[in-house]
């Protein structure tokens, strides 16, 4: 019988721990809030009956002076100062307070993780959409317009034969009745000139305002916006946006008008250098 490799299988979960730290950090965060409040609740009757304990205690103090000075009436506690309640009460609440720490710590932490895996992230995207546009230079200054255009047209065809159209999930705009692929939207019902209306006006807006979503592209072609098309988008620092047209035919042989981004959307396009 084989013996359990220990040492892999420590390896294997401390990778695991590595790599679902946010979630698992996030999870002990609210289970930890959560138990800072039922702390809380359970603490507060011991912690009032301290505070009634307490006033008694100055009552009883106050009576004993006013009786030695043969004072016949003396001032009443029926409410602790403020500082006077949290040394009364403090004791009752270090359960929940150690609890609640270690409740922020833990959102503080996963907070800190999911910084530093986006800043990794925008800057390998960075490094890969810098070597790409250096390639595909390369590849125009090497091979020439023409054959570039060709391998670009090959790669659309490819691209939806990959992704077969179904008519069920062809997006109608409203705007043309062509076929036309997008890499992130997919199939959709257009027209190549409100498409290139749209890249004008957006390029004009980047002019402007400096950066763009993909949702505002969406929005003027008439597709809906989506949680990701918030995410993606253009910056100026990266050039105007430029589409690219290839024509194929669709599995089911209809003309199709495939879009491809010269300058492709990216994740933190609101940063400006």
């Known amino acids: 019988m084989k013996k359990p490799d220990f040492s892999r299988i420590a390896r294997s979960v401390k990778a695991g721990l590595h790599k679902h730290s946010p979630e698992i950090l996030t999870g002990l965060g609210i289970a930890g809030m959560i138990t800072t409040t039922v702390?809380?609740?359970r603490a507060t009757p011991k912690a009032l009956i301290l505070i009634e304990e307490e006033k008694r205690r100055q009552n009883k103090e106050l009576y004993e002076d006013a009786e030695r000075k043969r004072l016949d009436s003396y001032p009443r506690v029926d409410l602790l100062k403020p500082i006077e309640l949290v040394r009364t009460t403090w004791v009752c609440y270090v359960p929940a307070t150690i609890t609640g720490a270690f409740s922020i710590a833990c959102l503080i932490g996963a907070s800190s993780v999911n910084i530093r895996r986006n800043a990794a992230?925008?800057?390998?995207?960075?490094?890969?959409?810098?070597?790409?546009?250096?390639?595909q230079e390369k590849v125009i200054e090497t091979i020439g317009e023409k054959k570039e255009r060709e391998i670009r047209d090959a790669v659309a065809k490819d691209k939806?034969?990959?992704?077969?159209?179904?008519?069920?999930?062809?997006?109608?705009t409203g705007y043309g009745e062509h076929l036309c692929y997008d890499p992130i939207a997919k199939y959709f019902k257009g027209d190549i000139e409100k498409i290139r209306r749209a890249e004008n006006i957006l390029n004009k807006r980047l002019i402007s305002e400096m950066y763009v979503s993909l949702n505002d592209f969406y929005c003027e072609i008439g597709i809906r916006p989506s949680e990701l098309g918030d995410e993606l988008g253009w910056n100026i620092d990266d050039g105007l946006i430029d589409f690219h047209f290839s024509s194929q035919l669709a599995e089911n042989g209809v003309p199709c008008l495939v879009i491809d981004y010269h300058v492709a959307p990216r994740y933190d396009f609101r940063t400006l250098m």
């Open 39 to 41: 702390l809380a609740v």
């Open 121 to 135: 992230l925008a800057a390998a995207y960075s490094l890969s959409e810098s070597a790409l546009k250096e390639y």
């Open 160 to 172: 939806i034969q990959r992704e077969p159209v179904v008519n069920k999930e062809v997006i109608i």
